[in-house]
């Protein structure tokens, strides 16, 4: 990708002339709305922000950036993504517009477990090669941050792979990586019939190692009748957290199986999906304060027509993400805007909901609300200059690539 030959160079110096989007930033001298503004970056970090005519005067020698009346946000955070995968699914694709649902693909085969075929059959050299104009795409577009999970290898030895090549793309890109072990995404095919012997084989052998190793951040089930029980869920969360890990859940998704009640009581980082959500998950998240990651490409292409209760987890005050899920079934999404797009026209949201929930929320959905998702001072330099003159504009286009300049953790990645 071209992305791989622009040079990057420092973002170091005061970056000047740019507009903030409203609820996004935190300054050191208030801003007016559409009152130029200054973000000052020393070593990689925002240390100051503020109308640009009160620069203090220390600050007066660094380099000027002219930032073009641009609007600044933070970088965008994409909190659930399955990125690293063998082979692509388009013929499922085919086979749902000829009237199969995704539960009837997957038990003739296809699904998740098609991808866990080509993601063990490809070495780690080759899930880089695939994965990686994948990222390229949502680095463009101004994430900062990004999780990925495991979840198509289902061994130690794939499971492992994926991991690796997860932290692997981070280091190449430069971009913050969050790994988040899947392992019980979907039975492997040699353990059919023996669910159990499978989520044993996972708490037991899989988990540990992969903790020792490093390479899990967070702990992830697919809890959902054509997947893991919650009994099992309940397993995989008790032997995540005595190895100290962070659990989240895709839970109700496809039914209601109070999976974010369980996950919420485990003080899940997040709940994603949820479209079936009940008020007791509901309020089981509000009192863990478990964020509610919303899926909007996988509810499209699943034409799904259960919508999330968006209007009890706002009165609940639940913190609202929004991600691209992307994965090779039901989500082959590679714009997290376009997200931010449906997430307002399918689902409601309004315009500073989905910016939230492509920044501050979904940094908290990763554990990363001190780090990400905000413009402050104190804070790496993470933010994004567009060439939009309102934030609503972020969710309104659809389709297009905005000629933005990234900055990713003190270096400008994308001019
Ligand atoms: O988040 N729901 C389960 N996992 C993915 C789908 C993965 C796949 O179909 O490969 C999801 O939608
Ligand atoms: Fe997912």
Known sequence: MTQAATP????????????????????????ADGQPACVVVQQGRIVWVGPQDQVPAAYAGLPAHDGGARLATPGLVDCHTHLVYGGERANEFAMR?????????????????????????????????????????????????????????????????????????????????RTTF??????????????QDYIDLVCRDIMPALAAEGLIDAVDVFCERIAFSLAETEQVFQAARALGLPVKLHAEQLSNMEGAALA?????????????????????????????????????????TKLPPIDGLRAAQVPMAVSTDHNPGTSPALSLLLMANMACTLFRLTVPEALAGITRHAARALGLQDE??????????????WPARHA?????????KPECTVVRQGVIAKA
């Open 392 to 400: 609503a504009e972020l969710a309104y286009w659809f389709g297009h």
């Open 264 to 304: 919420a009581r485990h003080g899940a980082l997040s709940c994603d999906h949820i479209e079936h959500l009940s008020e007791n998950g509901i309020a089981a998240m509000r009192d863990a304060g478990t964020v509610a990651v919303l899926l909007p490409g996988a509810f499209y292409t699943l034409r799904d």
């Open 372 to 385: 990400q998702g905000l413009i402050a001072a104190g804070r790496p330099a993470n933010f994004v200059l």
């Open 182 to 195: 899947l392992g019980a995404h979907a039975l492997p095919p040699e353990y059919a019939g023996r669910s």
């Open 8 to 31: 990057s160079s420092c973002a170091d110096g005061r970056w000047l002339d740019l507009h903030l989007a409203p609820e996004l930033f935190i300054a050191d001298i208030p801003v």
């Open 97 to 177: 517009l000829a009237g199969a649902t995704y539960e009837e693909v997957a038990s003739a085969g296809g699904g998740i477990v098609s991808s866990v075929r080509a993601t063990r059959a490809a070495s780690e050299e080759e899930l880089i090669a695939q994965a990686l104009p994948r990222l390229d795409q949502l680095l463009a577009e101004g994430v900062t941050a990004i999780e990925i999970k495991s979840g198509y290898g289902l061994s130690l030895e794939h499971e492992r792979k994926q991991l690796r090549v997860a932290r692997r793309l981070g280091k190449l890109r430069g971009v913050t990586v």
